[in-house]
């Protein structure tokens, strides 16, 4: 096993390459400067297809609501955050958990925002209350989870389980194998529901898909992580990471309000989970 990880190297360097380059500070002005784009695009794509401007097949792909570019706008940042959460696997379970509580506030603004498609133009509640209050629960959710991501970083968690430098080095490897396997799944997946959503007229479900996707990845990377690290506080706080993550993802499936009382019901656990773990950490670490 140590051997096929060596021979993996090249993989694991074209991996480092990629994780540098999309974080670094020029490419995330050129995605800020796309996104913007994209938005202001949008915004008159939707107004072309009101005024019935546009040509077949492009007037039925696109919408009529201008609401309906902020979530596009939404969407695109979204992607790139499920990017860095994807390359983050290399790194701590703890780092990743801390993006994953990232991309939970994202969501829940972005199904706010969603919300208001619902709405009419000009802006009308009248009786039509219900938006409004998904709106607010929404909102409302993704502020108690960025509350959670600052006391989760404030809590940290100081604990090493790998010792052994060559065993860490064989790990981070490792991890960086399942994150560039992961990043190709995603281009690929992307792919396919942009032929099936512009070409056949489909309504993909790439989001639903990429999480699933990742929660079979998070229990790969406890299984990885087992072989390195098998001692029993090492497995639970990993093993609860995972249940963690797993709770946020399956709330992306729930209807409001329940969404946002799961993801809230996630971060807490997180929490929890963290502060115990460190509070009730062994006296030596183990390899």
């Known amino acids: 096993m140590p051997q096929l990880i060596d021979r993996m190297q090249p993989l694991?360097?074209?991996?480092?390459?990629?994780?540098?380059?999309?974080?670094?500070?020029?490419?995330?002005?050129?995605l800020a400067f796309l996104t913007l784009v994209i938005y202001l695009v949008g915004m008159i794509g939707i107004e072309m297809n009101r005024q019935g401007w546009l040509p077949q097949?492009?007037?039925?792909?696109?919408?009529?609501?201008?609401?309906?570019?902020?979530?596009?706008?939404?969407?695109l940042i979204l992607i790139m955050e499920v990017i860095s959460l994807i390359f983050s696997i290399s790194s701590s379970f703890s780092k990743a958990v801390g993006k994953q509580f990232e991309i939970l506030a994202l969501i829940l603004l972005r199904n706010a925002f969603k919300e208001l498609s619902h709405l009419p133009e000009p802006i009308s509640i009248g009786t039509a209350i219900e938006p409004v209050l998904h709106i607010a629960t929404s909102a409302s959710g993704a502020?108690?989870?960025?509350?959670?991501?600052?006391?989760?970083?404030?809590?940290?968690?100081g604990l090493r389980f790998l010792q052994a430098p060559e065993?860490?080095?064989?790990?981070?490897?490792?991890?960086?194998?399942?994150?560039?396997?992961?990043?190709?799944v995603f281009v690929g997946i992307g792919i396919r529901d942009a032929y099936l959503h512009?070409?056949?007229?489909?309504?993909?479900?790439?989001?639903?898909?990429i999480y699933t996707v990742l929660v079979f990845a998070d229990i790969a990377l406890?299984?990885?992580?087992?072989?390195?690290?098998?001692?029993f506080h090492a497995v639970f706080r990993n093993s609860g990471f995972v249940i963690g993550t797993l709770l946020m993802r399956?709330?992306?499936?729930?209807?409001?309000?329940?969404?946002?009382?799961?993801?809230?019901?996630?971060?807490?656990?997180?929490?929890?989970?963290?502060?115990?773990?460190?509070?009730?950490?062994?006296?030596?670490?183990?390899?």
């Open 167 to 184: 065993l860490r080095m064989r790990f981070v490897m490792s991890k960086k194998l399942l994150a560039l396997l992961l990043f190709a």
């Open 198 to 209: 512009f070409l056949l007229g489909q309504t993909p479900r790439f989001f639903e898909t």
């Open 250 to 287: 399956l709330s992306l499936s729930a209807t409001a309000p329940w969404d946002t009382a799961i993801s809230i019901f996630a971060a807490v656990y997180v929490l929890a989970l963290s502060w115990t773990t460190s509070h009730f950490a062994p006296d030596k670490p183990t390899a």
């Open 143 to 157: 502020l108690i989870i960025f509350v959670a991501l600052g006391v989760y970083n404030r809590i940290g968690s």
């Open 57 to 75: 097949p492009w007037a039925r792909l696109a919408p009529t609501n201008h609401f309906d570019a902020i979530q596009l706008a939404f969407t």
């Open 12 to 30: 694991t360097d074209a991996f480092d390459w990629l994780h540098q380059f999309w974080e670094s500070p020029t490419s995330q002005k050129r």
């Open 222 to 231: 406890v299984l990885i992580s087992q072989r390195y690290m098998p001692s």
